[in-house]
């Protein structure tokens, strides 16, 4: 976001899985005119309204899931949500189907075992630093693919 402000500048942003708000907070700084976080996990609401007060920006949260749902926004980011099947499914799905409704949906991907192979557009890679903690090596080559409408 912060290297591409044109591709959410003036826009309205979903942030799907948003975690720490570390996406919808680069949204909001590259000139977003609306964002909203989603995330269903209970300690994200806290850790996102510490990093949007540290950097001085708002983000509406939303504690809550909005696939299925039909969102009034221009652009949808997701992060790494192909690593568990039902959730690649229905993200796809609904992704998918956003797409078709004209919404741009972008998704961070570090090749995953359920990420898509076909129906996406390879929109650039990125040398994503990580912990062994919970990868298998301290940088990952993570892509940035666009879904394409059914």
């Known amino acids: 976001m912060l290297d591409h402000p044109e591709l959410v500048a003036g826009l309205r942003v979903a942030d799907f ?5 570390l996406v919808a907070i680069a949204a909001v700084k590259a000139g977003a005119s609306r964002v909203v976080a989603y995330d269903v996990d209970p300690f994200c609401e806290g850790a996102v ?6 950097n001085g920006v708002t983000v509406e949260f939303e504690a809550r899931s909005p696939l299925g749902e039909s ?13 568990q099947r039902q959730m690649a499914e229905r993200f796809l799905v609904w992704g ?4 078709g409704r ?3 949906v972008l998704a961070g991907d570090p090749g995953r075992l359920y990420s898509p192979q076909a129906g996406v557009r390879d929109r650039g890679a990125h040398d994503v630093p990580t912990s062994t903690a919970i ?3 301290v940088l990952m080559k993570t892509w940035i693919i666009e879904l394409l409408p059914e």
């Open 17 to 21: 899985g948003t975690g720490s708000g």
């Open 49 to 54: 309204r510490l990093n949007t007060a540290l």
């Open 71 to 83: 969102l009034e926004v221009d652009l949808i980011l997701a992060g790494d949500v192909f690593y």
């Open 96 to 99: 998918r189907a956003m797409a």
């Open 102 to 104: 004209g919404i741009r």
């Open 135 to 137: 990868e298998d090596r």
